[in-house]
């Protein structure tokens, strides 16, 4: 709940400019890792993603946690979180963008889309456009996208002694559900 409200903090803007119909708010959002490489692969996953869409602007804000991903190996989830991605200085991954496309959220439908923003990773701040796609089913939405990640862009360091294991590039699928945010939950 905590990071919850921190994302509502520094979306104010999107809560405050429209009716609470437009927005749309997921708290549990899937993010995975994946990386390939000669020796061993390495996936890491965390259901712990925030998010919060409206639907009348476009704009996107996510956010998830870096402690709440977990590693099949113990030590797989030690290393990532002290030696690359340093969870104790940077401790949240985020997008904060807006979606081009205007997809009718009141049509069932798949839509491609895309969305333009500033992707927050390791404290290194990148301005990408990731594609995606939108789905609306009965009122509900749900947007996923894959999307190669460099490690280099955002300075995560991998030591020579472990190249071999760590690709350079990650491949990050994320899947948000997403629910109408109902400002007064009792009416």
Known sequence: MKHLLILFALTSGLLAQQAPSALYVSKNASVTLYSEAPMENIEGSSTDGKSVYNAATGELAFNVAIRSFKFQK??????????????????????????????????????PVTATGVLDVHGVKQQRT?????NV???????????????????????????????????????????????????
Request: with cysteine.
């Open 130 to 134: 990731i594609k995606g796609k939108l």
């Open 74 to 111: 113990s030590l797989m989830q030690e290393h990532f979180n002290e030696n690359y991605m340093e969870s104790d200085k940077y401790p949240q991954a985020s997008f904060k963008g807006t979606i081009n496309e205007k997809p009718d959220v009141k049509v069932n439908g798949s839509y």
């Open 137 to 187: 089913n009965n009122g509900k939405i749900t947007i996923t996208s894959e999307f190669m990640v460099k490690c280099a862009d955002h300075k995560i360091e991998i030591p020579k002694l472990v190249f071999q294991k760590i690709a350079e590039t990650l491949k990050i699928t994320v899947t948000a559900n997403y629910t109408a945010y109902n400002k007064n939950p009792t009416n």
